[in-house]
């Protein structure tokens, strides 16, 4: 029997921030309170027990609302016809997920008509700000005669629809001055003819389906707020939300294991209430809106459009991006590439879905993400908390996770054809209305945007690479790995010095050869194992000089002091066959524009400036001494 | 898994069920001996339970179970 999970959010077993989602309860439930300590917590996917523990956490701490919170704090009066105790920590946890602080009110087991129909003193002195109204299907069927036949049933329809739902709203806004959030119906009830059971009057599971299907307009006819509970759980089938032992045991409809999943559908609705729904989807480009890496694979490389499985993946999340748009949803991206290369394939790909016309800020360049991502923030003028950050890479998604602890950082599957279907269930854009400002917005953004590069800034980006972990693995070149040294040295377009391209029959040549040396490198982190992820060539030249040949290297590991520990090695390298510099060479082509300046970034000094034939720069390494970097070497010589 | 995984594992959900981390249990431990263990409680242990092992406790077995010493031999049962 599986459980709904709140997938899009990372594993609380998996260690983050050096601890597991355990133990950093276990402190925070020992330490001062701080809200937003249990609001990073509440971002986790969490089961009921887990959930159930957090609660316990924020109930003790914050038994009031924090004083600094903007959001108004939700006064929620929980009505229904069976079992609902259950659910409590699970709404009060999704909501403080969606920032919000959130104090539950459950009314006497089944007992909703009474409190709404007169004065409930409890429910009076409670105040609410929101009634959630949560109707079990059995009582809902239970307006159904047994033996009814197409005339009553139809009555019996509009009556639940028409009268007794509506007239329920209006008691809580008469009575209590609140708006009701209203379920729909779980489909609980075996089929009596199977397809067929719309031709039956009686039939209990008819029934409900044609309520459900009134339901949403009857709600917004009459002022009430839809939360489409039967919808949601088709997500996981009706078997993971609802245990019929659990049923007749102690009258739960919804089982406890997926309260997590029904608190965050009310959560959301919460959100919305608030103003809070997210309004801006920003989009990593290559391996997210397309298949492998724009700057090296160039536009007839990159895997997009029909023909192939995955081509047609990444058109289908282009589409769903674009349908996002237009539906009031700001789109953004954010890539580290050069602007040129990145915009390319929206200006000339045939395939592309998406077009720069479709992008409300367009930001590519080799800087730190999260310091871009608040550059978009800013530059179209809305709060971090309405970002949504959609990238392949873990490493890029944990980095902003961790910096912008704010921006909604979804977890991705692996999968391309996974991809919109996971954003989709995160369900980050939900609204409870729309409004023509909605169906504007993205044009507003559009008209209001000049397109400016960014500037870098400092950031506390130091301390995060600290905590990575990192490990450069390094070694000469051998057999095993060859062929995947030649892939890299004849692929590699971007940080790549020279550009020069070998054969494996030139390598192998080189590993014979004394006056040269060949290296790799593979870097690990907290992440996993990056793969080989640089290549050296060094050649002993006159006057003991070491020329770097080559030197070339994965984008991917960009911005970590990679070049840094790299340059290191190489001293090491050259020191120990008696040299006393090294002389670098970048050699320009249309493609390896970042690394232009990267040799005199190193504190190498310009020797020779030959314009498009190139510059040679030169590092003496007598007193030369390697910059710190967060990366520990490991040498497999 | 031996009968020894099974009641450390066990004693680890109790103690989460009910917030008590010194909880300890002993064989014959029944619902009188742990204050707050009502039907409520037994609910969240059995759904804890179920998945933390991957099992599934039938009603009839649930309802059989006497004292925590049955709930081991239920679950062992189950998981080896």
């Known amino acids: 029997m599986s459980t709904p999970q709140l997938a899009w959010l990372p594993d609380p077993t998996v260690t983050t921030k050096g601890h ?65 105790n259950h659910l409590v920590p699970s709404l009060r946890v999704a909501a403080l997920r969606h920032g919000i602080w959130l104090t539950v009110h459950t009314g006497e087991y089944g007992s909703y008509r009474q409190e709404l129909g007169q004065d409930d003193e409890a429910l009076k002195e409670f105040a609410p700000t929101l009634i959630l109204l949560l109707l079990d299907a059995r009582h809902i069927a239970g307006f159904l005669p047994r033996n009814a036949d197409q005339a009553t049933a139809d009555m019996a329809c509009q009556e639940v629809v028409e009268s007794l739902l509506p007239e329920c709203w209006r008691e809580a806004k008469s009575r209590y001055g609140c708006p009701v959030l209203q379920t729909s119906f779980l489909p609980v009830f075996p089929r009596l003819m199977g397809s067929a059971e719309a031709l039956l009057p009686s039939s209990s599971a008819n029934f409900i389906t044609r309520i459900n299907s009134l ?160 550059e978009i923030a800013s530059r179209l003028n809305i709060g971090l908390d309405s970002i949504v950050f959609v990238d392949d890479n873990p490493f890029e998604r944990s980095r902003v996770r961790e910096a912008l602890p704010m921006v909604n950082v979804p977890e991705i599957p692996e999968d391309p054809t996974l991809v919109p279907d996971a954003v989709a269930a995160a369900g980050y854009f939900d609204l409870i209305e729309l409004s023509a400002e909605d169906l504007n917005r993205s044009d507003q953004y559009q008209a209001n945007l000049q397109r400016q590069s960014l500037q870098e800034s400092a950031t506390d980006l130091d301390s995060y690479l600290n905590g990575l972990d990192m490990t450069l693995i390094y070694g000469a070149f051998n057999s095993t790995n060859l062929s995947r040294i030649t892939q890299l040295i004849n692929k590699s377009n971007q940080f790549n010095l020279t550009t020069r391209r070998y ?15 060949g290296l790799w490198f593979r870097l690990t982190d907290r992440f996993g194992d990056n793969g080989l992820i640089a290549v050296v060539i060094g050649r002993d030249a006159a006057e003991g000089i070491v020329d770097i040949d080559t030197w070339l290297m994965s984008c991917r590991v960009l911005g970590r002091g990679v070049e840094e520990a790299t340059l290191s090695v190489i001293a090491a390298q050259a020191r120990a066959r008696g040299a006393i510099a090294l002389r670098g060479t970048y050699l320009p082509t249309l493609k390896n524009s970042m690394v232009a300046d990267m040799y005199s970034r190193l504190g190498f000094t310009l020797l020779e400036d030959r314009g498009i034939e190139g510059k040679s720069y030169i590092l003496p390494l007598a007193e030369w001494m390697p910059a710190a970097t967060s990366i520990t070497l490991s040498s497999e010589f | ?42 609910i969240n242990i059995i759904v804890a339970i179920e998945e933390h092992f991957n099992i599934r406790l039938k009603t009839r077995e649930i309802d059989a179970l006497k004292s925590v010493g049955d709930l081991y031999e239920t679950v062992l049962t189950k998981v080896s």
């Open chain 1, 215 to 374: 339901l949403a307009a009857s709600c917004h006819k009459h002022g009430a707020i839809f939360v489409d509970l039967a919808a949601e759980a088709t997500q996981y089938g009706l078997e993971a939300w609802y245990d019929p032992s659990l049923w007749w045991r102690a009258k739960q409809e919804i089982a406890p294991g997926a309260a997590p999943a029904f608190g965050e559908l009310v959560g959301r609705s919460l959100a919305a209430l608030a103003g809070r729904s997210s309004k801006c989807l920003v989009l990593d480009l290559d391996n997210t809106l397309w298949g492998g890496v724009i700057g090296d694979d160039g536009l007839d490389g990159i895997e997009l459009g029909q023909g192939s499985p995955l081509g047609e993946a990444f058109v289908a999340l282009q589409d769903f991006a674009l349908r996002l748009s237009r539906r009031g949803v700001v789109l953004a991206v954010c890539s580290k590439n050069d602007e040129v290369n990145a915009r390319l394939p929206f200006q000339k790909h045939p395939e592309m879905i998406l077009r720069e016309k479709d992008i409300g800020c367009f930001v590519a360049n080799w800087n730190d993400k999260a310091e871009n991502i608040r």
């Open chain 2, 1 to 42: 898994m031996n009968r020894n995984d099974v009641v450390e594992q066990i004693t680890k959900i109790f103690q989460d069920v009910f917030d008590d981390p010194n909880l300890t249990l002993k064989d014959d431990t029944t619902a009188q001996d742990i204050p707050g263990w009502d039907s409520v409680a037994m």
């Open chain 1, 503 to 517: 054969s494996q029959d030139d390598l192998t040549a080189l590993m014979a050869d004394d006056t040269a040396f």
């Open chain 1, 20 to 84: 597991l989602w355990d133990q950093r309860l276990s402190q925070a439930k020992d330490a001062a309170p701080d809200w937003d300590t249990l609001l990073d917590l509440a971002r986790y996917n969490l089961n009921f027990m887990r959930t159930m523990k957090l609660d316990r956490v924020l109930t003790r701490q914050f038994p009031e609302p924090p004083a600094h919170l903007s959001v108004k704090p939700v006064r929620l009066a929980l009505l229904g016809s069976s079992t609902i």
